[in-house]
């Protein structure tokens, strides 16, 4: 959206930032919200369903980007082709064919697989280690979206724009963040260090998510962005299905420990990935990008 409406690098980038605070604000007013409202089950998916048809109605109410041209119905219709030729079309994008572009969909596979996988062992681990209630899950909650808000507000620009034309180190230390993080926050018996160990992790995923969305930004423009966006969509929904079954799997036939290790195995790719393409193929692109808009406002 903020693409077709035209916006220059620095506010797309604001708009982004408060895009992540107004994410991060929601894990901090959704649970005291519930545990203000109801007490039960049934209430609290009430609430949820209130809130999702909310979202809707003020999607409907969104005004378009000025000087967005819907594309015709005709031309949207390829010649047929069933279920298969929009997927074909889909992954045939031009955008899809540079390696910037499948290094961060490949980026977001294995984030998305480590979350979804550590999610299984986590909640149950809290309730096993400290006894938690729900009101302890929802002050957890809070401090984590008062990070991710902190984070995609304050400490993500600060860093990138720290880090100019260079963020693979940036990207690395975010990763390596992650990867340590999780083992420490799930064996950990004090809980002031769950929360201390959290509070950088979701920082870290905040600073990594604002290091993605601008390199998709550099690395393709128009419909391609869009289209480079849906895959990454795409791939995080379909490790929402993979990763719990991997976990839950991993978990119940070989323990926590095999799950743990499945997932510092995911940030270990990501950080060979990183390593080796990131500065090739994505961070040059932005750096190219950069030197365009210099010649022209040259």
């Known amino acids: 959206y903020a693409n077709d409406s035209g916006l220059p690098d620095v506010e797309r980038a604001s708009a982004m930032g408060n ?7 929601s894990f901090v007013i959704g649970p005291l919200l519930a545990s203000a409202l109801t007490s039960t089950y049934q209430g609290a998916l009430t609430l949820a369903l209130a809130a999702a048809a909310l979202s809707g109605v003020l999607l409907l109410l969104l005004p378009a980007p000025e000087g967005f041209a819907p594309v015709p119905a005709a031309a949207g219709a390829g010649g047929g082709g069933g279920l298969i030729a929009p997927i074909r079309r889909f992954f045939s994008l031009p955008v899809m064919q540079t390696g910037g572009a499948r290094l961060v969909v490949a980026v ?3 984030a998305g697989l480590a979350f979804h996988i550590f999610q299984v062992v986590w909640s149950a681990s809290l309730k096993s ?10 002050a957890f909650m809070g401090v984590v979206g ?16 720290r880090a100019g034309g260079k ?9 390596l963040v992650l990867g340590l993080g999780r083992p420490v926050a799930l064996w950990t018996h004090d809980v002031r260090v769950v929360y201390t160990v959290f509070c950088a992790m979701v920082m870290s995923l905040g600073v990594l998510n604002t290091l993605i969305s601008s ?10 962005l869009g289209g480079l966006f849906g895959m990454l969509d ?14 839950g799997y991993l978990a119940a036939s070989m323990g926590e420990v095999a799950a743990m290790c499945m997932v510092v ?3 270990a790719v990501n950080f060979a990935l990183l390593f080796c393409f990131f500065d090739k193929h994505v961070a040059s692109a932005r750096r190219s990008g950069a030197g365009s808009e210099a010649k022209k406002a040259d």
Not at 19 to 25: D, N
Not at 129 to 138: K, L, M, S, T
Not at 215 to 224: I, K, P, R, V
Not at 239 to 247: E, I, Q
């Open 146 to 161: 008062v990070s991710y808000a902190v984070s995609q507000g304050f400490v993500a620009k600060a860093l990138i724009k």
């Open 108 to 110: 977001r596979l294995f």
């Open 19 to 25: 895009l992540g605070m107004a994410v991060g604000s």
């Open 265 to 267: 195995a995911c940030y």
């Open 215 to 224: 390199a998709c930004a550099n690395l393709a423009a128009g419909d391609e």
């Open 234 to 247: 795409a791939v995080e929904n379909c490790t929402g299905v993979a990763g719990p079954l991997l976990g």
């Open 129 to 138: 280690r400290f006894d938690w209630q729900p009101n302890d899950y929802a």
């Open 167 to 175: 963020p693979t180190s940036l990207a690395l230390c975010c990763v």
